[in-house]
């Protein structure tokens, strides 16, 4: 089946650092991936998404390119800020079809918890 | 323009009861999903809503139910609640219920059984 795998958090950064959270898939055919963002007590917010290979999703300073051969979409930004402490879940939306109509359903990774110290 | 909206916010239950939640999807959005997000885990798929009808169903049992209204909004039922079902509820729209489509997540409902 589908799933979605995220590097082991906690990742504990300055601010201003580089920021890389890994994540890898394996999906059938062709998924569009996401990242997603919740905040404490928050219900979740779409960050960025791409729906085909070597397309890069970017938003806010963030930036994932789908990697089919490496089967990758590692989010990056370049200088992180305190308001962006967070957990981040990257996820995939695989095609499953009935009837002639396709449908998606998203497969979440276990989620990178980020924390950012001024 | 209302995101997606979720009632209630908070839920205490006891174990065999019964509960609904209901969702309102975004404005000009057909598709609804639910999800269940346990704590310190990422969301897991329920079931999804398009046309009324349940289109797809992730790995949860007969207990879990749901149901789509004709203006799009969305119950979700559980029966005879066990403590393990303790979580936060999450509910999804999308302009289409296809891959590619964005799905906007409403705040949750935060369910503890007690």
């Known amino acids: 089946g589908n799933s979605v795998t995220q590097m082991e958090g906690p990742v504990t950064l300055s601010e201003e650092a580089f920021l890389t959270i890994n994540c890898t898939y394996t999906a059938t055919g062709y998924p569009s991936l996401f990242w997603y963002v919740q905040y404490p007590g928050e219900g979740l917010q779409l960050l960025l998404k791409a729906t085909k290979a070597d397309d890069k999703g970017s938003n806010k300073g963030f930036e994932a390119t789908y990697r089919k051969e490496t089967t990758s979409f590692h989010l990056e930004k370049g200088s992180v800020q305190v308001s962006d402490s967070a957990v981040y879940f990257c996820?995939?939306?695989?095609?499953?079809?009935?009837?002639?109509?396709?449908?998606?359903?998203?497969?979440f990774g276990q989620g990178t918890i980020l924390t950012v110290h001024p | 323009d209302a995101g997606v909206t979720q009632s209630p916010t908070h839920l205490i239950k006891t174990r065999g009861q019964q509960v609904t939640l209901r969702c309102s999807p975004k404005?000009?959005?057909?598709?609804v999903s639910w999800y269940q997000q346990a704590l310190g885990q990422g969301p897991q798929f329920i079931f999804q809503?398009?046309?009324?009808?349940?289109?797809q169903r992730g790995n949860f049992p007969d207990r879990f139910s749901g149901h789509q209204f004709p203006n799009y909004s969305s119950e979700l039922n559980v029966n005879a609640l066990l403590l393990g079902d303790s979580a936060l509820y999450l509910c999804?729209?999308?302009?289409?219920?296809?891959?590619?489509?964005?799905?906007?997540f409403g705040p949750g409902t935060r369910l503890t059984v007690t």
């Open positions: 809503y398009y046309e009324e009808e349940e289109r």
């Open positions: 996820a995939l939306s695989a095609i499953a079809n009935a009837g002639g109509t396709s449908y998606g359903k998203l497969t």
């Open positions: 999804a729209s999308s302009l289409r219920p296809g891959p590619s489509y964005e799905q906007y």
């Open positions: 404005s000009g959005h057909d598709t």
